[in-house]
């Protein structure tokens, strides 16, 4: 093998996995958000999981992209770690269509298929349409890269350098080693299977050598994910070792199975006798299903090994006690009025949630806390689990025998709930506002932090006196809350135009400037969802 042969190896792969990368983006951009919908709405159980993984991964052809949003969901808490695993699973099989598809020897039609995916993408208009041409024009590469493989790698057959290396793999634990370390350099299970049925096509590998390195290849796949994982939060923490679980428990299954049965490696090459590229695909997709169908039961305790793995901290409990509902748990058992009283309490818990988060912003605002920072961000996420559960409860609760008063009272706690959530969500702009000026992006003036400082005072005072007003129905204090929002309204005038004098006459920085004035805006809104909540219980509009 020349050095030229070399480079062309190394070009093959480079196309082939430049073609994937392209062909995975032509399918994600063709199919917008529905892939992350579909995730988001199809991990309702174990079963459904698996088969969105399998749909997914077969459209965007890559299971590490699947399994890094699986990590993403999981981060932001939209998916449970028992959801997640049902999609890392289905994302096990879906990948192994590359290889199947890749058995079949089409390379003579690629330059056809790469012209037509350009004449697409380049030359016309419609988004969709070119979209599909990168679909179109990165099969072509994946083939065109498999053939430039196929050419470079014919000459190995003949070395002898090679031959006794290969030759040294007899042991299958070390063929699985290698077929780890080759994946993980390749950051593709696909990448790497395909590669093996080259060595495999050319006769330098056998077929039971292959075995061995795709079984490596499934735990070398999840490399990408632990990367992935080493930026996201625990709980994206456990779905990234959930991965690495599940594909080291799937390669020791297969393994025992194989050793145990070696039949089963015969009756999957009985199924295409003469074809060692297509009994390579076989064996990919078979261990996938094999391996999910046996350890699907068993998804809750993978999950828990995951969560011995990085254990829960007290920080974790706390937010799991806190993201769920607590007084709206059997709406459906109790008397409507029972059920109405349940949810003012619920959505009361919900308000402490944001006044508790926006006195945390407001206090790390003024006093730099790394760790108030993240609790902020942490609450701010149960804030928002609670308002969607909360308002789906409340759709519920429509269908009940209410009398025109409750039904009109559910409605008006509705709109509350959609307040608290808003109060929360200017809690998070106070938090990134104080980024930026910790990063010295900007620069605000002792004075105007002094004239902050009395604004987010009344509105605090604002927010908790319009809280326990809606709380203990405190109808008699409406005026002191009017009181109070209508003085945040002024002072938010006042250190406004104060701000535009000192502008003028000293000139200030620009980017603190944008802040200084955002906050403030922020902070006024805080009493002005506040007065709405105050009033929401004695039904009158504000």
């Keep these: 093998m020349t050095v030229y042969d070399v480079f062309i190896l190394l070009g ?38 698996v088969i969105a993984g399998i749909l997914v991964t077969i459209f965007i052809q890559s299971s590490s992209a699947t399994d890094v949003m699986v990590i993403g969901f999981v981060t932001s808490g939209l998916m449970s770690l028992v959801q997640a695993i049902g999609v890392i699973m289905g994302a096990n099989i879906g990948t192994t269509i590359t290889a199947q598809i890749t058995a ?9 298929i790469l012209f037509a995916g350009a004449i697409l993408n380049l030359f016309v208009k419609n988004k969709t349409v070119r979209y599909v041409g990168s679909v179109i024009l990165g099969f072509g590469m994946l083939f065109q890269g498999i053939t430039m493989m196929k050419s470079a790698i014919a000459p190995l057959a003949e070395t002898p350098g ?11 634990v070390l063929m699985v080693i290698f077929g780890i370390l080759f994946t993980a350099l390749l950051q593709s299970s696909s990448s790497a299977t395909v590669i093996f049925q080259a060595f495999a096509m050319q006769h330098i590998i056998d077929y039971r050598t292959a075995v061995y390195l795709v079984i490596g290849a499934a ?19 456990r779905c990234s070792v959930l991965n690495l679980l599940f594909n080291s428990i799937r390669a020791l299954l297969i393994l025992l199975l194989i050793t145990v049965f070696p039949q089963i490696l015969t009756m999957i090459q009985n199924l295409s006798p003469d074809n060692v590229a297509r009994q390579i695909a076989n064996t990919h997709t078979i261990f996938a299903i094999t391996a999910v169908v046996i350890l699907l039961p068993f998804a809750e305790k993978i999950v828990q090994l995951s969560e011995k793995v990085i254990p829960i901290s007290a920080e974790e409990s706390q937010r799991l006690a806190e993201h769920r509902l607590i007084y709206l748990t059997q709406t459906d058992k109790i008397p409507p009025a029972l059920a109405i009283d349940q949810a003012h309490r619920e959505i009361t818990r919900m308000g402490e949630l944001a006044v508790v988060n926006l006195v945390r912003a407001v206090d790390c605002f003024f006093n730099h806390d790394p760790e108030k920072a993240a609790q902020v961000e942490t609450t701010e996420e149960t804030v928002d689990y609670l308002a969607g559960a909360i308002v789906d409860k409340l759709v519920e609760l429509r269908s009940l025998d209410l009398s025109p008063k409750y039904m009109a009272r559910l409605y008006r706690m509705i709109r509350t709930v959609d307040d608290i959530e808003r109060i929360s969500d200017h809690a998070e702009n106070i938090i990134e ?24 005072d009344l509105t605090l005072r604002s927010v908790e006196l319009s809280l326990l007003i809606f709380d203990q129905e405190l109808t008699e204090r409406l005026p002191e809350a009017d009181d109070i929002e209508e003085k945040v309204d002024r002072k938010k005038e006042e250190i406004i135009n104060n701000h535009l004098v000192r502008l003028v006459k000293e000139g200030c920085d620009p980017q603190g400037g944008l802040i200084f004035t955002d906050i403030s805006v922020d902070l006024e809104r805080c009493s002005d969802h506040a007065l709405n909540i105050a009033y929401s219980m004695a039904g009158t509009e504000v």
Excluded: D, H, W
């Design 12 to 49: 093959g792969v480079g196309l082939f996995l430049y073609g994937m990368t392209t062909m995975s983006s032509g399918l994600r951009n063709a199919c917008g958000e529905n892939l992350k919908n579909m995730l988001e709405k199809a991990t309702k159980n174990k079963l459904t999981s």
């Design 104 to 112: 079949f020897n089409i390379g003579a039609y690629a330059p056809f």
């Design 162 to 172: 090679f031959i006794n290396f290969v030759s040294q793999m007899s042991n299958p």
């Design 219 to 237: 735990v070398g796949s999840v490399t990408p994910n632990l990367l992935a994982g080493l930026t996201a939060n625990r709980q994206g923490k």
């Design 433 to 456: 506002y104080e980024e930026k000026l910790r990063e010295g992006k900007a620069k605000i003036s002792p004075v105007a932090m002094t004239e902050l400082r009395e604004l987010s």
